[in-house]
């Protein structure tokens, strides 16, 4: 079923579904879904494997060490934290899960990773009860679980560790589980991924990396599902022209300098700034635009670019931040569509433009796909309660400001060439919010 508008070029579908083309005109009970809903993959040092998992803003702040392995003012978060400055839900997935897993003589990390190395567990005997053992586990020098058992059999796993049944408990002062890894991350991981978010619903997928292969795939992926799918969402990636309005090329590099913790050097990805838009993107309201916004993240972003290096990078398709009056400002909330074609025009530049289109392609299919398909007869009394359900569907859109001119005399509600087909027609205004003043002073 085509959940949010897949394309087509005649009336030959095959699967039952809601088709919506959006087309440029030649220049000479439906309601409006909410945003804030993210993807991404995720290198992480712990949580769950090979698996899709979704984290909402309050489960990040609250649950964060047990979700993610630390807390929420870790260093190790701090694009997460970004991430989740305008975003309210996550559809995470972890690329490097599936590593070894930490162990010692007691317990086993419940996931693979290095996180699993900072795992402690510490047997004492029980002051009341000297035939019984207190077993508390430890993160970092952290209490996060303590059972008393009188043998290891009894211990319940927690959300750090599976126990060995068969461990003969003594006293003993606090043992590091040991030899967890993380997996090395391969193209092969992308593709589980992808595979595996695919019949999620989200507004913005993004993905940190500066390799062109996988930038490649994520292009194509969301090209596919866009088009051919009708799944409705934008992707955010770093430096890769796209020429399409499914897609946001982001120009900026983050330049934070290199930290070191236990002896290890960390380089900061300069693809960063993909964590921040992806959640402003997707938490836009479509009678929003993100232009001008100012960047409230952590990371350092490099804006040294001419006027004139700003405007090539909106003539071609890039999404840049500059400084303004000392602060790091959105320039333009903008596409990496170029091209421009009667299907195509100026308008499909404008992330704005799209959010809304989008938008109109989810409600209008889960309106088709909940009330119509395969219940309303496809007679004139049906095709009028379509109709009428759409006006209102319009109308709340032109009260939000996000289309203008709604004229209810040009939608058309008509069968298609089959007695199972409906064919929808109406030209949309598209409201985008000011971006240039043009004045003429005239002095008398």
């Given at each position: ?185 391969t193209g092969a991981e992308h593709q589980s991924y992808l595979d595996a978010i695919e019949s999620y619903s ?221 064919v929808v027609s109406n030209p949309v205004t598209v409201v985008n919010a000011m971006a240039q003043l043009y004045?003429?002073?005239?002095v008398a």
């Amino acid at each position: 079923m085509a959940l949010g508008g897949g394309t087509f070029t005649s009336q030959n579908k095959v699967l039952p579904g809601a088709y919506i083309n959006f087309i440029s005109a030649n220049r000479a009970t439906a309601s409006v879904g909410d945003r804030g809903v993210a993807t991404m993959p995720l290198e992480l040092d712990w949580g769950q494997e090979n698996e899709v998992f979704t984290v909402t803003l309050k489960d990040f702040q609250k649950d964060c060490k047990r979700i993610f392995g630390y807390d929420f003012t870790h260093d190790k978060l701090k694009g997460l934290r970004d991430l989740f400055l305008h975003c309210k839900v996550l559809h995470a997935y972890r690329l490097n899960g599936g590593g070894t897993k930490a162990t010692n003589t007691f317990a086993t990390a419940k996931y693979g990773g290095i996180r699993g190395n900072d795992i402690r567990i510490a047997i004492t005997t029980n002051v009341d009860d000297e035939d019984v053992f207190d077993v508390s586990t430890y993160l970092d020098t952290t209490l996060v679980d303590t059972q008393t058992v009188t043998s290891a059999s009894e211990l319940k796993s927690n959300d750090w560790v599976d126990f060995k049944a068969n461990a003969s408990l003594s006293a003993t002062s606090a043992v590091a589980l040991a030899g967890g890894t993380n997996k090395t991350v391969t193209g092969a991981e992308h593709q589980s991924y992808l595979d595996a978010i695919e019949s999620y619903s989200f507004n913005t997928i993004g993905v940190v990396t500066t390799d062109d292969t996988t930038k490649t795939l994520y292009i194509s992926f969301t090209k596919r599902m866009r088009d051919e799918v009708g799944a409705k969402f934008q992707l955010v990636i770093y430096n890769k022209a796209a020429d399409y309005e499914g897609v946001i090329n982001l120009k900026n590099k983050c330049i934070d300098d290199a930290t070191v913790s236990d002896g290890v050097t960390t380089y900061p990805n300069e693809a960063n700034a993909v964590y921040w838009l992806t959640g402003a993107e997707s938490e836009c309201q479509i009678n929003k635009t993100i232009q001008n916004m100012k960047y409230d993240g952590e990371y350092e972003i490099d804006t040294k670019y001419t006027q004139t290096q700003l405007s090539a990078a909106l003539t071609t398709g890039e999404f840049v931040f500059h400084k303004s009056s000392n602060e790091v400002r959105v320039l333009d909330d903008v596409n990496s569509l170029v091209t421009v074609t009667d299907e195509k025009g100026e308008d499909f530049k404008s992330n704005q433009t799209i959010r809304v289109l989008d938008q109109i392609a989810i409600d209008v299919a889960s309106l088709f796909n909940n009330k119509y398909l395969g219940d309303i007869p496809n007679d004139a009394d049906g095709r009028t309660s379509l109709w009428l359900d759409l006006v209102k569907y319009y109308q709340e859109l032109e009260k939000l400001r996000a289309i203008e001119n709604f004229n209810p005399d040009t939608l058309s509600v008509e069968q298609g060439n089959t007695h199972k087909s409906v064919v929808v027609s109406n030209p949309v205004t598209v409201v985008n919010a000011m971006a240039q003043l043009y004045m003429t002073v005239i002095v008398a």
